[in-house]
């Protein structure tokens, strides 16, 4: 089992989102929408953070003909997965900016 995710872009905006505010529990289009993401992205972000244990996961209680909508299933970050989110965030931004230091002249840093 891998223990850390890759860290693309859209898994960073996906773990920002969640972030924002750890204790919230979202469902994958709401996610989506936030992130700027595609459902077919943002789900597979969501299974493999699931998979690592950064997600703890499950169905709404509701009936969907009485909703008028399919159920939601709804995503929250785990204690580790805040604590490991944040570690992983700070090393991903570190990592750009040795890049984009390396890359850039002298004074042209964004």
């Known amino acids: 089992m891998e223990r850390t995710p890759r ?5 960073r905006s996906v773990l920002e989102v969640f972030l924002d505010d750890p204790a919230r ?7 989506g929408s ?17 998979g690592v244990g950064w997600l703890t996961s ?10 008028g909508r399919p159920r939601r299933r709804y995503y929250r970050l785990t204690p580790r997965g805040t604590h490991e989110a944040h570690q992983a965030l700070a090393r991903s931004e570190a990592a750009r900016t040795r890049l984009l230091t390396r890359l850039a002249p002298l004074g042209e840093l964004p």
Do not use: K, Q
Not at 7 to 11: D, F, L
Not at 25 to 31: A, F, I, Q, T
Not at 34 to 50: C, N, Q
């Open 34 to 50: 936030l992130a700027g993401l595609p459902s077919g992205t943002v789900h597979p972000i969501l299974a493999r953070l699931e």
């Open 25 to 31: 529990d979202r469902y994958g289009l709401e996610v």
């Open 58 to 67: 499950g169905w709404e209680g509701v009936d969907p003909r009485a909703a």
């Open 7 to 11: 860290m693309t872009g859209p898994t």
